[in-house]
DNA sequence: CGGACTCCCTGCCGGC
DNA sequence: TGCCGGCAGGGAGTCC
């Protein structure tokens, strides 16, 4: 499941790739993902080059003269470059064709998505409304803190909410709670502003720490079979419910919040 | 406006 | 061994 530092580690690994290549063609296999695929989608993208391979949060922004596509990877999906005579797989969806290569989209689920727009992206509806980044210096404790004020939702699903900051996913809203030592279902408008400059901090720190992990995974995705790392093993909380807490040894508690896991330490998070 | 809930989809896992 | 039901989950959309 590409949670931030995925979706990142993917741009860098298709960025040589990618930005400022010449799309020969486009093959859509499986028009069904989150929302249809644009029919007229290769004919957008021939013969047009990628000015800029951004990132907005989980969106990646394959940037051209006349417009933009949005690519979200949703729960399942992955973009790698492939050789563009190998034979796709089951739920390998689209192929955008550069050259001898191709980048190929593959998703089980189709939660993801692939957008055409020719709207300046950042002003599309589905960017336009985010919060902040969290690597960014617009991420702070002041703003968590301000932001904060008067909010009765616990403050996990405060943090996955993608108008408040985007990128913090279920996986990372619980390890950076468990590393902030915060109970998950604290109400987020009684936080502390020490635990807002703390929560930023651990938030930031447990992000890029995973991002340049999976940079060193990149050659393994990019040319051959392999997945974006993932990194399971070094997971504090999540996927560990009833194993020990590695702070204090207590089993760790496993809940559930808006019908997504929480895993917590019901001595060490309060 | 915020908050609660639904839905999209397939791979995987546990139970029998 | 094979089948089946349930679950996981990002995030837009809907409803109150």
């Avoid at 960014?136 to 002041?142: A, L, Q």
């Avoid at 009765?152 to 709670?177: P, Q, R, T």
Wanted: with cysteine; proline share 6%.
């Amino acid at each position: 499941m590409p949670e931030l530092p995925e979706v990142e580690t993917t741009r860098q690994g298709i960025l040589p790739f990618t930005q400022g290549k010449r799309i020969s063609r486009v093959i859509v296999r499986e028009p069904r993902l989150r929302w249809p695929v644009d029919p007229d989608l290769n004919t957008h993208l021939s013969q047009n080059i990628v000015r800029q391979l951004s990132r907005r949060g989980k969106y990646l922004l394959f940037q051209f003269d006349h417009g933009c596509l949005l690519v979200h990877l949703g729960m399942s999906g992955s973009l790698r470059i492939e050789k563009a005579s190998s034979s796709p797989r089951k739920h390998d969806h689209v192929d955008i064709v550069i050259g001898q290569d191709c980048l190929r989209f593959h998703d089980p689920r189709r939660f993801g998505s692939m957008v055409w727009t020719e709207q300046p992206p950042l002003e599309h509806s589905l960017l336009a409304k985010l919060g902040p980044e969290p690597l960014s210096e617009d991420f702070t404790g002041d703003y968590l803190f301000s932001k904060s004020r008067k909010r009765s939702k616990a403050v996990k699903e405060w943090l996955m909410d993608s108008h408040m900051v985007v990128g913090v996913g279920n996986i990372y809203a619980n390890e950076s709670l468990f590393e902030a030592g915060i109970h998950p279902t604290k109400a987020a408008g009684r936080l502390s502003k020490a635990q807002c400059d703390d929560l930023a901090a651990i938030i930031k720190r447990v992000l890029q720490r995973s991002i340049t992990q999976g940079g060193t995974t990149l050659r393994d995705f990019v040319g051959g079979d392999g997945q974006p790392g993932y990194f399971k093993q070094q997971l504090l909380v999540y996927g560990r419910g009833g194993e020990a807490c590695t702070q204090c040894q207590k089993p760790l508690k496993e809940i559930r919040q808006n019908n997504r896991a929480t895993v917590y330490c019901t001595r060490c998070q309060r």
